[in-house]
């Protein structure tokens, strides 16, 4: 049975133990008094107090004697039988006795019906008295406290990624007062990944992991249980068990929450994608927040009574609620917060726009973390831009990755700058290869062309740089990507064609113009070659893709750039 199922449970054995008595035939009582003795007076109505799911927790923890001496009191001032007394508190201790078994405390719901935009002002309120946060971030960690009550009829369970810069942020006090006000919360300090396994699959509880930055990196089960939770319909993990290995699937669905110092160099990309990111600060001197230690003794379970409350009357309208989610968010990010959302919208009152408010503060382009694919890309894209240039060479482009000091490439690994090898393995995740390309009339080098990249800008980066009108086409090699000052090249290659090859002991300096008009060519039907450079050190150029294609009777069929 599921919080919400014995939260309606235990209010229905409320209401029952509530009803007018009645006699053996179903008469009412207080009916056949009132008709038997007209002469009697009318008694003065007592006030009756309706019991709560405390009083009967009260009872039940009273010993055998002590129950005996107050059950037939207390039962006439509760205007209900000591039968239905005497249920309620056996009912009591068998859950008790079971419930002291539990890593956490179960809460029952709140007596009365709570309004939902208050009590969800009360939970960010009270974040606030013990924590530095933004507004924003408040509303964030209410609604994620509050999901963690609505996860049997949500699909997607973001987690909460507590992240600080340094010590002393207060991430691990965040995580505590969260938990606190959480449904069924367990902390994995101190268990084995074996026990949180079963633990979620049995009981779906909030599990809260602290320090996640010392130890989760090289926990690769425990990374398994975290991403695979994210959604319902894939929150599956295969292990196998027992001395005979047998496979088993666990169930690993649930709400978490992390905390740590710079999370995302400690957890993978994926993992961050799921959560929602909390970035806290360290508080200023004139910043003061309460003390957790000095908190009143029920501030945090009635609250987690409210919160049970609030998922038992309002779970089938969380559960059929589609929110409008603002667009500027991804995809991913759209999911992390649909459930949140349903519940701000449930809220009502001035939480809908407090919550859309948060998600784009909290999860928008600006405030996201950059995978290192993503921080690669941009800066590629950077170097075309810069050098106006359509094609590059391997070791130009990573000679111009490293010339930013505070780009990753000059220390990539271990201190050395980033090698053709790992640039090749970074690029390949996108579809990008390298490939020979011809840098000018003579060279051809192991290198990208920016066409390449297209794909990948358009689809991963957030703005779209144009192309620069001054840019040369694919088929062109300007005159600054050419190194050695040759020749610059049209894009037709008809301009060059019929022309006699020469001795190579007479090959003359090209003209340095070949423009797209052929009056203007010098170089049409003349028996002069193109010499290269000297500083190249050849008199002739060869290539698997040859510059000139030898045709019939020496003459120069085709320019293949």
Request: aromatic letters at 6%.
């Amino acid at each position: 049975m599921d919080s919400i199922e014995r939260g309606r449970a235990i209010l229905d054995q409320i209401a029952k133990a509530n009803l007018p008595k009645t006699d053996t035939a179903g008469s009412d009582v207080s009916v056949l008094n009132s008709a038997g003795d007209t002469n009697t007076a009318p008694e003065t109505q007592k006030t009756i107090v309706e019991p709560t799911g405390a009083d009967i927790e009260r009872l039940a923890l009273l010993d055998d004697l002590q129950y005996a001496l107050q059950r037939t009191e207390q039962a006439k001032a509760w205007n209900i039988s000591v039968t239905v007394l005497d249920k309620l508190v056996k009912n009591a201790r068998s859950s008790k006795k079971e419930s002291s078994q539990l890593p956490f405390k179960e809460v029952g719901p709140w007596p009365d019906p709570i309004d939902p935009a208050q009590l969800l002002d009360e939970v960010a309120g009270t974040i606030q008295r013990f924590i530095v946060l933004d507004d924003e971030q408040a509303f964030a960690a209410a609604l994620w406290i509050t999901q963690t009550w609505f996860i049997d009829v949500l699909q997607v369970a973001p987690l909460a990624l507590i992240n600080a810069p340094e010590k002393a942020c207060g991430k691990s006090q965040l995580l505590d007062v969260m938990g606190r006000m959480s449904a069924k919360p367990i902390s994995a300090a101190n268990s084995s990944t074996a026990f949180m396994f079963r633990a979620v699959e049995k009981w779906t509880p909030t599990v809260l992991i602290d320090e996640a930055d010392t130890f989760i990196k090289e926990n690769e089960e425990l990374k398994g249980l975290i991403n695979a939770g994210h959604t319902r319909a894939q929150a599956y993990v295969g292990r196998v068990v027992g001395d005979n290995h047998e496979p088993s699937m666990f169930n690993v669905w649930g709400p978490k929450a992390l905390a740590g110092i710079q999370l995302e160099k400690h957890l993978p990309d994926a993992t961050m994608s799921r959560g929602i990111i909390f970035n806290l600060r360290r508080k200023r001197p004139h910043e003061t927040v309460g003390r957790l230690r000095h908190a009143e003794l029920w501030l945090f379970s009635d609250i987690a009574a409210k919160l049970a409350r609030f998922a038992l009357d309002y779970s089938q309208q969380v559960r059929d609620a589609r929110p409008d989610i603002p667009e500027a968010l991804s995809d991913r990010d759209q999911d992390n917060w649909s459930g949140l959302l349903a519940i701000a919208d449930c809220a009502g009152g001035e939480w809908p726009d407090k919550a859309r408010a948060a998600a784009l503060k909290l999860s928008g382009a600006g405030d996201k973390p950059v995978s290192t694919g993503n921080e690669l890309l941009e800066d590629i894209r950077q170097v075309f831009a810069d050098k106006k240039i359509n094609r590059i060479s391997t070791a130009d482009l990573i000679t111009a990755l490293c010339e930013d000091e505070e780009a990753p490439w000059l220390t990539y690994y271990r201190g050395n700058p980033i090698t053709a090898r790992q640039l090749a393995r970074q690029l390949k995740a996108y579809g990008i290869e390298s490939k020979t390309i011809r840098m000018n009339a003579y060279t051809t080098q192991k290198g990208f062309e920016k066409l390449q990249f297209d794909d990948a800008f358009s689809r991963y980066l957030d703005i779209h740089l144009t192309t620069p009108q001054n840019l040369p086409s694919q088929g062109n090699i300007s005159p600054e990507a050419n190194n050695h000052g040759g020749l610059s090249v049209t894009d037709n290659p008809s301009h060059i064609r019929n022309m006699p090859l020469g001795n190579p002991s007479q090959h003359q300096t090209p003209p340095k113009n070949v423009t797209d008009n052929p009056s203007q060519n010098s170089i049409r039907n003349t028996s002069a070659t193109l010499e290269p450079p000297s500083s190249l050190g050849c008199y002739s150029v060869t290539d698997k893709t040859p510059i000139f294609g030898r045709g019939e009777e020496g003459i120069v069929s085709e320019v293949l750039l």
